[in-house]
Each structure stands twice: as structure tokens, then as C-alpha cells.
């Protein structure tokens, strides 16, 4: 992978902040744009724009052959059975409240139960709350293992015969795991339940087969793989969409409207109320092209192995504290310096042109379970090197002098 000439691709790297190169390594958080995304968005709003599904000429064509694309894109992507599987969604977060308040609340009741972790974002964790508190079902937690992992035989028993949804991300944002999703699937099968992915910090990453998962719902984000803000999908089993009832209404998503009752359209648009997103999902197209021509399976190899070399290198550093496993992580490392608070060493590095996440990465009871309040994140992706990883050694060298009496 020639890692220079990708980054020739993203305008934003060539800058420097704070009188520095800038070192961007807060990709878990939000990826940076290659040019193709960029020019794909502009050239829509050019050439294309329109809406899509009602107009008969031209530019409406052009507009619902470029969004029908994207679908057809991402269903490939995902390896989707079919196309009317991917409902494009605003991302990760929009798509698992789908999940949760048409399907889980039609579904639950007193008595049965929905399995998640600790580990999970906040987008994860609050809509199954809302979820038992509104039917009555019981929320469990699959246990932790001190390194912040699970085991699956602790999956085996906390799933049971009255589970009826297991959720979980594949990658933590905090801990960098990847989680055994195909085998927690097949044990939420055994016991009757669905199994719903978090997959907005592993997407951009690897390689993802839904089928290959037998995942019944999967959730992602397109900002966080080269594409823009605003879109994402949702991505679930058609026997179970075509069963669920849409939670926006409006124009688009409706097939007959009398004074009184209504009826909707078919699968995906019955959940696509409204004029949907369509430029966003012109550039997530234009994303998922750019992504599979590097390769994922190199996107891959190039992010674990920069996590590695983060991880050996950071624990080379005294006063430093590294959360989650050390073997078999994605592209992030989590830290804190001493008794530093994560945004002074977020500040400190940001004056060296280093960006990096600090806080508690939307996942509090992660936090409370790894015992601190927050968390400084480097997170890396295509366009990253080791000697940016270098340079985050060096300005974590600079706050350590800084803040020498806070480090010990």
C-alpha cells in the first residue's frame, strides 16, 4: 500500500496547525475525505441534482440512478443478498434507534430480555434502555474480563431461552477489540434471538460479510470511511424489515393515503420518509469505490499494524496507563499520562499540530468499569505512518516535561 500517494488524495493533510504538520489521528471520531469524494459530491450538485423516485425527466433520472447506485454500492460492500437490505439512514446512531423502536419494542415484553455489553457507545446502549423501560424487558450485561474483552462461554450465559435481542459493537472505539460477532450471533440464534451490529468503527476498516456474520440488523457510518457526514445504513435481513413499521411519516415512504388510513411502500422505503440524503449517498458511493480499490484487506493490515507499533511504543513511556489488549486490536490505542487530565495532553498535542480525542468517547460506563473519568484516543487509518506515531511520541514526550510533578 503506497501510503504517500494516498495521501496525496486528502486536501485537508496538507495544512499545518499551529505552526506544525498537521497529524491527524482522530479518525475513529471522524475519517478525513479523498479528492474522488469530494469531486463526486461537487460534481452531483453540478450536473445531477434533483429528487429522486417522483420526476420523470432527465435530472430526476440521473438523481435516482446515482442514489439507486449507492444502495446497490453498499449492499456489494457488505455483501447485502440484496439491494432493498441497506436502508440508508443519517449513520450508526439513526439506524439502531430504527432497530430498537420498530423492531424491539414490537417484539418485547416482560419477561424477556436484551443483551449488550459494557463496552458499548452510548448509540448502543441508551436506545435498549429505552427499549426495557417501555416494555418491560430486561436489560443484562454480558460480563467483562479485566482487559475490557468477553468470553463466550459468559456469552452462553447470559443469553438465554427469553432473550430476544443481543446488540454489540464489533470494534469498541475505546478498547480497539474486535468482538467475536459471528459466534455471539449464532448463540443468539440457538436461543431465538436477533443479533444487531454495531459496525461504525469496523466498516472502515475490514472487510465485513453480513452473511458470512448471520447478523439479522447491522449499523454503520459513512463519515467514518471516507465518506461525508449525514449518511450511513442500515443494513437487515429482509424477512425481518419487511415486517417492521416505519417510524417517520411523510411523503416518499407511503403507497396509498386515504383521509384516515394510510399504507407504505415496500422495503427500504417505507423507512426513507421525506426527500431523502441523496448527495451524501452519491459521496458514500464515492467512498466505498476508493476504499475497495486500496484494498480492505490492506486497510486492514496497515491499521492493526499501526496500533501495534502505537502500543509498543506508548508502553514504552513510564506513566503511562494503555487500556484494552494489547494482541489483536484494530486501529486505536487509549491512554492516559499519569494524573494528567486527558484534555490537557489532547491540548498540549494539539499545540504540536497532533490531533487526538479526549473525554469519555460516549461510552460512561466503560469509563466507570475501567476506572477513570476519561481518556486521551489516538486512532489511525489509511493515511497514517509510523512516523506519525513517532511525533505523537515526541509531544506526549513534551507534556510529560510540562507536566512532570502530575506524571511520576
Same mark, same amino acid.
Given at each position: 500500500?503506497?501510503?504517500?500517494?494516498?495521501?496525496?488524495?486528502?486536501?485537508?493533510?496538507?495544512?499545518?496547525?499551529?505552526?506544525?504538520?498537521?497529524?491527524?489521528?482522530?479518525?475513529?471520531?471522524?475519517?478525513?475525505?479523498?479528492?474522488?469524494?469530494?469531486?463526486?459530491?461537487?460534481?452531483?450538485?453540478?450536473?445531477?441534482?434533483?429528487?429522486?423516485?417522483?420526476?420523470?425527466?432527465?435530472?430526476?433520472?440521473?438523481?435516482?440512478?446515482?442514489?439507486?447506485?449507492?444502495?446497490?454500492?453498499?449492499?456489494?460492500?457488505?455483501?447485502?443478498?440484496?439491494?432493498?437490505?441497506?436502508?440508508?439512514?443519517?449513520?450508526?446512531?439513526?439506524?439502531?434507534?430504527?432497530?430498537?423502536?420498530?423492531?424491539?419494542?414490537?417484539?418485547?415484553?416482560?419477561?424477556?430480555?436484551?443483551?449488550?455489553?459494557?463496552?458499548?457507545?452510548?448509540?448502543?446502549?441508551?436506545?435498549?434502555?429505552?427499549?426495557?423501560?417501555?416494555?418491560?424487558?430486561?436489560?443484562?450485561?454480558?460480563?467483562?474480563?479485566?482487559?475490557?474483552?468477553?468470553?463466550?462461554?459468559?456469552?452462553?450465559?447470559?443469553?438465554?431461552?427469553?432473550?430476544?435481542?443481543?446488540?454489540?459493537?464489533?470494534?469498541?472505539?475505546?478498547?480497539?477489540?474486535?468482538?467475536?460477532?459471528?459466534?455471539?450471533?449464532?448463540?443468539?440464534?440457538?436461543?431465538?434471538?436477533?443479533?444487531?451490529? $454495531?459496525? #461504525?468503527?469496523?466498516?472502515?476498516?475490514?472487510?465485513? =460479510? /453480513?452473511?458470512?456474520? +448471520?447478523?439479522?440488523?447491522?449499523?454503520? *457510518?459513512?463519515?467514518?470511511?471516507?465518506?461525508?457526514?449525514?449518511?450511513?445504513?442500515?443494513?437487515?435481513?429482509?424477512?425481518?424489515?419487511?415486517?417492521?413499521?416505519?417510524?417517520?411519516?411523510?411523503?416518499?415512504?407511503?403507497?396509498?393515503?386515504?383521509?384516515?388510513?394510510?399504507?407504505?411502500?415496500?422495503?427500504?422505503?417505507?423507512?426513507?420518509?421525506?426527500?431523502?440524503?441523496?448527495?451524501?449517498?452519491?459521496?458514500?458511493?464515492?467512498?466505498?469505490?476508493?476504499?475497495?480499490?486500496?484494498?480492505?484487506?490492506?486497510?486492514?493490515?496497515?491499521?492493526?499494524?499501526?496500533?501495534?507499533?502505537?502500543?509498543?511504543?506508548?508502553?514504552?513511556?513510564?506513566?503511562?496507563?494503555?487500556?484494552?489488549?494489547?494482541? $489483536?486490536? #484494530?486501529?486505536?490505542?487509549?491512554?492516559?499520562?499519569? =494524573? /494528567?487530565?486527558?484534555? +490537557?495532553?489532547?491540548?498540549?498535542?494539539? *499545540?504540536?499540530?497532533?490531533?487526538?480525542?479526549?473525554?469519555?468517547?460516549?461510552?460512561?460506563?466503560?469509563?466507570?468499569?475501567?476506572?477513570?473519568?476519561?481518556?486521551?484516543?489516538?486512532?489511525?487509518?489509511?493515511?497514517?505512518?509510523?512516523?506519525?506515531?513517532?511525533?505523537?511520541?515526541?509531544?506526549?514526550?513534551?507534556?510529560?516535561?510540562?507536566?512532570?510533578?502530575?506524571?511520576?
Amino acid at each position: 500500500m503506497n501510503i504517500a500517494a494516498i495521501r496525496e488524495q486528502f486536501p485537508i493533510l496538507h495544512q499545518e496547525v499551529n505552526g506544525h504538520p498537521l497529524v491527524y489521528l482522530d479518525s475513529a471520531a471522524s475519517s478525513q475525505k479523498p479528492r474522488s469524494v469530494i469531486d463526486a459530491i461537487n460534481r452531483y450538485y453540478e450536473k445531477d441534482h434533483s429528487n429522486v423516485h417522483r420526476g420523470v425527466h432527465t435530472l430526476g433520472s440521473r438523481a435516482t440512478d446515482a442514489y439507486e447506485g449507492a444502495r446497490e454500492k453498499v449492499a456489494s460492500f457488505l455483501n447485502a443478498a440484496l439491494p432493498e437490505e441497506i436502508v440508508f439512514t443519517r449513520g450508526t446512531t439513526t439506524a439502531l434507534n430504527l432497530v430498537a423502536s420498530s423492531y424491539a419494542r414490537n417484539v418485547c415484553k416482560p419477561g424477556d430480555e436484551i443483551v449488550i455489553t459494557q463496552m458499548e457507545h452510548h448509540s448502543n446502549l441508551i436506545p435498549w434502555q429505552q427499549v426495557a423501560k417501555a416494555t418491560g424487558a430486561t436489560l443484562k450485561y454480558i460480563p467483562l474480563q479485566p482487559d475490557g474483552s468477553f468470553t463466550l462461554a459468559d456469552a452462553e450465559l447470559t443469553i438465554t431461552a427469553n432473550t430476544k435481542v443481543v446488540a454489540m459493537t464489533y470494534v469498541s472505539n475505546v478498547l480497539g477489540i474486535v468482538n467475536p460477532v459471528k459466534e455471539v450471533a449464532a448463540i443468539a440464534h440457538r436461543n431465538g434471538a436477533v443479533m444487531v451490529v $454495531d459496525g #461504525a468503527q469496523s466498516t472502515p476498516h475490514m472487510r465485513v =460479510d /453480513v452473511r458470512d456474520l +448471520d447478523c439479522d440488523f447491522y449499523a454503520f *457510518s459513512g463519515h467514518k470511511m471516507c465518506g461525508p457526514t449525514g449518511i450511513g445504513a442500515l443494513y437487515g435481513k429482509k424477512a425481518l424489515l419487511s415486517k417492521m413499521e416505519p417510524i417517520e411519516f411523510g411523503g416518499e415512504m407511503i403507497d396509498y393515503v386515504d383521509l384516515y388510513e394510510s399504507t407504505w411502500k415496500d422495503i427500504p422505503y417505507r423507512f426513507e420518509g421525506g426527500t431523502p440524503i441523496i448527495a451524501n449517498a452519491v459521496g458514500l458511493g464515492a467512498a466505498i469505490d476508493f476504499l475497495q480499490e486500496v484494498g480492505m484487506d490492506e486497510i486492514d493490515k496497515h491499521q492493526r499494524h499501526l496500533a501495534a507499533y502505537a502500543y509498543d511504543r506508548l508502553s514504552e513511556l513510564d506513566g503511562v496507563t494503555l487500556y484494552g489488549p494489547k494482541t $489483536d486490536r #484494530a486501529g486505536l490505542v487509549t491512554f492516559n499520562l499519569g =494524573d /494528567v487530565h486527558p484534555h +490537557d495532553v489532547a491540548t498540549v498535542l494539539d *499545540s504540536e499540530g497532533i490531533a487526538v480525542r479526549a473525554g469519555h468517547h460516549c461510552c460512561q460506563p466503560l469509563m466507570r468499569f475501567l476506572n477513570v473519568s476519561s481518556t486521551a484516543r489516538a486512532s489511525f487509518y489509511l493515511y497514517n505512518t509510523e512516523q506519525e506515531v513517532d511525533q505523537l511520541i515526541a509531544g506526549l514526550l513534551k507534556t510529560k516535561e510540562f507536566f512532570g510533578h502530575a506524571i511520576g
